[in-house]
């Protein structure tokens, strides 16, 4: 199973979060989650890889015409520690 297949599966079990704060999520996830990480087996994360998704992200914020803020790079930080800690859980 690819990263970007587990998320799909987590975002559509979050039934306990209301629905505005679904809808960021699925954007974090969907903008800049996959894109860096989507195609990746689970079993083949590493730390290097998610290091160098956010590497590309910050790297493409000097091209932005708006940069990501510190607050939404905390927030994709978390929902994916969120979605990872789900996926070990699950086994």
């Known amino acids: 199973m690819t ?3 587990w998320l799909d599966i987590w975002l559509a ?3 306990a979060i209301r629905p505005a ?3 960021i999520y699925t954007q974090l996830v969907r903008d800049y989650v996959k894109p860096g990480l989507g195609n990746v087996a689970l079993t083949e994360l590493t730390i290097g890889r998610v290091q160098a998704m956010f590497t590309s992200l910050l790297r493409a914020n000097a ?3 708006r940069p990501l803020s510190a607050t939404t790079l ?3 930080r978390e929902v994916l520690r969120a979605a990872l ?3 070990i859980r699950r086994g």
């Open 3 to 5: 990263v970007g297949q």
């Open 13 to 15: 079990t979050r039934h």
């Open 21 to 23: 704060t679904q809808r």
């Open 63 to 65: 091209t932005r015409v």
């Open 74 to 76: 905390q927030r994709i």
């Open 85 to 87: 800690n789900g996926a």
